[in-house]
């Protein structure tokens, strides 16, 4: 398993429904930790499952406000 973090900056603050579907996307395979520090997000994924943007797609699939990749 390789661990790999990625920040994402977020467009707005999440709110309470966004923050449930945060808690849903812990039941993906391959993503292992999601940190919100005020308008930053980062996810610790396995890299042997996931690439970048499939991490980027499951975000935007979860309906989250994603400004950008802060990479």
Known sequence: MTKI?????????LDE???NRIADLYG???ILRIKIDGTNLIVEFDATRFSPKDVEAALSRAGLPLAARSV
């Open 17 to 19: 429904s966004q923050m």
């Open 28 to 30: 993906t395979y391959g």
């Open 5 to 13: 973090q990625l920040p994402f900056s977020l467009a707005t603050p």
